[in-house]
């Protein structure tokens, strides 16, 4: 299995050092830098980890992953925050079902590696139309 990682971010250059990480890991790595973005990007037949940024303009990861929800997109996938806010806000407690891990801003390369390679290993058990 293809180990797929989508990155939503809107810093570049967070989308530059996560993509640059998780590549020397053997990843391959989607960066996207908005919400809209991911959502086309899963309707184009993405299927895989994604790592997304709870702040972003016009619509934020609580938001984008309301979308990925309605939208029927979250089966066959596994979301992860990766945000520099440190303690998740109230939204979270209405999509926590949807979301694996809560990772912060700053991270040490290799946490990130060992994290992703966990989770990563959980795809091949999700099915798409469960």
Same mark, same amino acid.
């Given at each position: @299995?293809?180990?797929?990682?989508? !990155? !939503?971010?809107?810093? /570049?250059? !967070?989308? *530059?050092?996560?993509? *640059?990480?998780? +590549?020397?890991?053997?990843?391959?790595?989607?960066? !996207?830098?908005?919400?809209?973005?991911?959502?086309?990007?899963?309707?184009?037949?993405?299927?895989?980890?994604?790592?997304? %940024?709870?702040?972003? /303009? +016009? @619509? %934020?990861?609580?938001?984008?992953?309301?979308? &990925?929800?309605?939208?029927?997109?979250?089966?066959?996938?596994? &979301?992860?925050?990766?945000?520099?806010? +440190?303690?998740?806000?109230? *939204?979270?407690?209405?999509?926590?079902?949807?979301?694996?891990?809560?990772?912060?801003? /700053?991270?040490?390369?290799?946490?990130? &590696?060992? &994290?992703?390679?966990?989770?990563?290993?959980?795809?091949?058990?999700?099915?798409?139309? %469960?």
């Amino acid at each position: @299995m293809e180990k797929k990682v989508m !990155v !939503v971010d809107d810093d /570049p250059a !967070v989308l *530059r050092t996560v993509k *640059r990480i998780l +590549e020397s890991a053997g990843f391959n790595v989607m960066p !996207v830098d908005t919400g809209t973005a991911c959502l086309e990007s899963l309707k184009q037949g993405f299927h895989g980890l994604i790592l997304m %940024d709870v702040i972003m /303009p +016009e @619509m %934020d990861g609580w938001d984008t992953i309301q979308s &990925i929800v309605d939208q029927g997109f979250a089966k066959g996938n596994i &979301i992860c925050m990766l945000t520099a806010k +440190e303690i998740p806000d109230k *939204r979270m407690d209405q999509l926590k079902e949807y979301i694996l891990d809560y990772i912060t801003k /700053p991270f040490a390369a290799q946490q990130l &590696i060992d &994290i992703v390679t966990e989770y990563i290993d959980y795809l091949p058990s999700i099915k798409k139309d %469960d």
